[in-house]
């Protein structure tokens, strides 16, 4: 949800999105689902709430910087779901909301009265979503999924690191990420479905199905083959040249995975020898002396600065970049045009730098997001809304607002 339209309507302007998850997977889904537009009601539970809210250091004043990652565009209602006083607010939001997203564990949902026989009978038509760690269908039922587990479950960290190393899991949550995506696309498909029957629909995904189906080629290759994949390092295992190289100042990342980008890459770096040679005119060829080539690569980019070799290569098309580190890359992308981040208005924090949404539309739907919330900044203003008193919610300590939180 923006603070302010612009241009063309929000393509999910007018839907309501009930967020009752928690931590990356389920918010980072409802945060694609407000920068297209919708409202998103992130419930949590009063004194501490997600408890991405408390995972630093890093922060910024007092907010977790893994918090803010992943919950702009939203507000917050505060409510103990486990208390039963809190009922007729959570069955009011739940009245009013065309999408309810969840990540609890087998059978809490239901036990919170929040489950989707819960939902579908107060709201006909709602789309449900359940983000789960293993599947609801796998036993054991509510075994707890995190990424990093996720990651190892999934054959990732095994294809992960170096050859003669550890398994390693990837640099930031992407199974999680994975999965929120996953999500978001099933909750479109279904709002779609929905204006065509006017039935809802209920969707489940989870972490390990997205971790599985992330694994893509080097899935279809051990299905087809039977044979387990290893680790490359930063290297590929089916395309030669396909990996990082050292500078004389830097690191940069080359990639010829074609037969015609090999022949650039070879004119850009002055090997006219490694050009002749029959064994590497084919990709095969160079998987299978993939050591010489690029060992002989690795002596040729030494010998020159990282812009020296950038400039070259992309004169001749060969895919190429510089190895950034985060904020450099963010410097980068502004610089070069479209930039990468988005100012918003945080109420403690002031004005605060985000990611902005990788989606561009044109005209553009949305000005800048709303801040990620405090902690039931929005608790009144939400229960008004739904037609609950919120007073008697709070000073019986069921509900709570920023600022009277314990």
Same mark, same amino acid.
């Given at each position: 949800?923006?603070?302010? &339209?612009?241009?063309?309507?929000?393509?999910?302007?007018?839907?309501?999105?009930?967020?009752?998850?928690?931590?990356?997977?389920?918010?980072?889904?409802?945060?694609?689902? $407000?920068?297209?537009?919708?409202?998103?009601?992130?419930?949590?539970?009063?004194?501490?709430?997600?408890?991405?809210?408390?995972?630093?250091?890093?922060?910024?004043?007092?907010?977790?910087?893994?918090?803010?990652?992943?919950?702009?565009?939203?507000?917050?209602?505060?409510?103990?779901? $486990?208390?039963?006083?809190?009922?007729?607010?959570?069955?009011?939001?739940?009245?009013?909301?065309?999408?309810?997203?969840?990540?609890?564990?087998?059978?809490?949902?239901?036990?919170?009265?929040?489950?989707?026989?819960?939902?579908?009978?107060?709201?006909?038509?709602?789309?449900?979503?359940?983000?789960?760690?293993?599947?609801?269908?796998?036993?054991?039922?509510?075994?707890?999924?995190?990424?990093?587990?996720?990651?190892?479950?999934?054959?990732?960290?095994?294809?992960?690191?170096?050859?003669?190393?550890? @398994?390693?899991?990837?640099?930031?949550?992407?199974?999680?990420?994975?999965?929120?995506?996953?999500?978001?696309?099933?909750?479109?498909?279904?709002?779609?479905?929905?204006?065509?029957?006017?039935?809802?629909?209920?969707?489940?995904?989870?972490?390990?199905?997205?971790?599985?189906?992330?694994?893509? +080629?080097?899935?279809? &290759?051990?299905?087809?083959?039977?044979?387990?994949?290893?680790?490359?390092?930063?290297?590929?295992?089916?395309?030669?040249?396909?990996?990082?190289?050292?500078?004389?100042?830097?690191?940069?990342?080359?990639?010829?995975? +074609?037969?015609?980008?090999?022949?650039?890459?070879?004119?850009?770096?002055?090997?006219?020898?490694?050009?002749?040679?029959?064994?590497?005119?084919? +990709?095969?060829?160079?998987?299978?002396?993939?050591?010489?080539?690029?060992?002989?690569?690795?002596?040729?980019?030494?010998?020159?600065? &990282?812009?020296?070799?950038? $400039?070259?290569?992309?004169?001749?098309?060969?895919?190429?970049?510089?190895?950034?580190?985060?904020?450099?890359?963010?410097?980068?992308?502004?610089?070069?045009?479209?930039?990468?981040?988005?100012?918003?208005?945080?109420?403690?924090?002031?004005?605060?730098?985000?990611?902005?949404?990788?989606?561009?539309?044109? @005209?553009?739907?949305?000005?800048?997001?709303?801040?990620?919330?405090?902690?039931?900044?929005?608790?009144?203003?939400?229960?008004?809304?739904?037609?609950?008193?919120?007073?008697?919610?709070?000073?019986?300590?069921? $509900?709570?607002?920023?600022?009277?939180?314990?």
């Amino acid at each position: 949800m923006a603070e302010a &339209a612009t241009g063309a309507p929000a393509p999910l302007r007018g839907v309501r999105v009930l967020d009752f998850s928690r931590v990356l997977a389920g918010p980072y889904c409802t945060m694609l689902l $407000a920068d297209l537009g919708a409202e998103v009601i992130k419930v949590e539970r009063p004194g501490g709430g997600d408890e991405t809210r408390s995972w630093g250091p890093p922060f910024a004043g007092d907010e977790a910087t893994y918090y803010l990652a992943v919950n702009r565009g939203k507000r917050s209602v505060a409510l103990d779901l $486990a208390d039963p006083r809190s009922r007729p607010a959570r069955e009011a939001l739940i009245r009013q909301a065309d999408v309810v997203v969840e990540n609890f564990r087998a059978g809490v949902a239901d036990r919170l009265g929040v489950g989707y026989d819960a939902a579908r009978a107060l709201c006909g038509d709602v789309v449900y979503c359940s983000i789960t760690g293993f599947g609801a269908g796998r036993e054991p039922r509510g075994r707890a999924g995190y990424d990093f587990v996720i990651q190892a479950e999934c054959g990732l960290m095994s294809i992960t690191g170096e050859p003669d190393g550890a @398994p390693t899991k990837v640099g930031v949550a992407v199974v999680d990420v994975l999965c929120g995506l996953h999500a978001a696309a099933g909750i479109l498909a279904a709002l779609r479905s929905r204006e065509q029957t006017g039935q809802g629909r209920r969707i489940e995904v989870s972490l390990l199905d997205s971790g599985l189906a992330g694994l893509i +080629n080097v899935a279809q &290759a051990a299905l087809s083959t039977g044979v387990e994949a290893r680790r490359y390092g930063n290297a590929h295992p089916s395309i030669v040249p396909y990996e990082p190289f050292a500078t004389a100042d830097g690191w940069i990342a080359v990639a010829a995975p +074609n037969d015609q980008l090999w022949r650039s890459l070879c004119e850009a770096c002055e090997r006219p020898d490694l050009a002749a040679d029959e064994r590497l005119d084919t +990709n095969p060829g160079r998987v299978a002396h993939r050591e010489e080539v690029v060992g002989a690569l690795a002596e040729t980019f030494r010998t020159q600065p &990282a812009e020296h070799w950038l $400039a070259r290569l992309e004169a001749r098309g060969v895919p190429a970049g510089k190895v950034r580190g985060v904020r450099e890359a963010f410097e980068a992308a502004g610089a070069a045009g479209r930039p990468a981040t988005v100012l918003t208005e945080h109420p403690t924090l002031g004005e605060l730098r985000l990611t902005a949404s990788p989606i561009e539309l044109d @005209p553009p739907a949305t000005a800048r997001p709303l801040a990620p919330p405090l902690l039931g900044q929005h608790t009144e203003a939400v229960l008004h809304e739904v037609g609950v008193d919120p007073l008697p919610l709070i000073d019986a300590g069921v $509900a709570a607002r920023a600022g009277a939180l314990g």
